[in-house]
Each structure stands twice: as structure tokens, then as C-alpha cells.
């Protein structure tokens, strides 16, 4: 992987997981989101409403379109293991850090298995 690709996939991980967290605190906010037929509708109403979602959703369209740009000169079994990685551990991280969420051993040691085995896939 090129040194390009390796700072877009980290500028992609990056603006994902912004999106992401931005994205539960505007669902929180709305009061939540069910995919219920009779609620769904006026769900969506609601969260369009939440300037926190609002973002969230527009930073998830320019993390793909960069990562439309590394998809197109990267290897994707190389490119699409470090992205995954990045926005699962910054994820989790920031969503203990912002949301207090619990981040226990058996979490922890989890999560670092699943890193290494998608750090030994990736340099494969």
C-alpha cells in the first residue's frame, strides 16, 4: 500500500467513526429509532431534525468518497483490513470516552484478538 493510500485509509477511519459517534448522539437526542411501520416515518422525521445526525450523515458521504478514492488505486485486501481496524478500535475507544461506555477485560483482550487477526490478514 502506498503511502497516499495509507493517509486516505486514515482519513476515511477517521471521518467514520466522527460519523459514527455523531450519528448515536443525534440518535440519542431524537429519543431513539425503531424500524417499527407505524413509527418509522415520523423516526426519520425526528432524527432528520438533529443537526448532530445531520452532520454524522454528511461526514459518512465524504469518508466515502475518499474511500472511493482509495478503492480505486489501493489494494482493497490490504486497504479494507486497516480501515476496519482503525474505525473498530476508534470506534470502541470513543465511545467509552464519549458515551461512558464500559470497556471491560474480556472487551479489551477481544478486541485486541480481533485486531491482530485482522493485522495478520491484512500483511498476508
Do not use: C
Not at 25 to 33: D, N, W
Not at 58 to 66: E, N, P, Q
Not at 69 to 92: A, R, W
Amino acid at each position: 500500500m502506498t503511502h497516499r493510500g495509507v493517509i486516505l485509509v486514515l482519513i476515511s477511519a477517521l471521518l467514520t467513526v466522527a460519523a459514527n459517534l455523531l450519528l448515536r448522539q443525534g440518535v440519542t437526542a431524537a429519543g431513539g429509532f425503531s424500524l417499527s411501520l407505524g413509527g418509522l416515518g415520523k423516526g426519520v422525521i425526528h432524527l432528520l431534525r438533529q443537526p448532530l445526525f445531520d452532520v454524522g450523515v454528511f461526514l459518512y458521504g465524504v469518508a466515502s468518497l475518499v474511500w472511493f478514492s482509495v478503492i480505486s488505486t489501493e489494494d482493497l485486501s490490504s486497504s479494507y483490513p486497516l480501515l476496519v481496524s482503525l474505525t473498530f478500535l476508534l470506534v470502541t475507544l470513543g465511545a467509552v470516552a464519549f458515551f461512558g461506555e464500559t470497556l471491560s477485560m474480556r472487551k479489551l483482550v477481544g478486541l485486541l484478538v480481533l485486531l491482530a487477526g485482522i493485522w495478520l490478514v491484512a500483511g498476508a
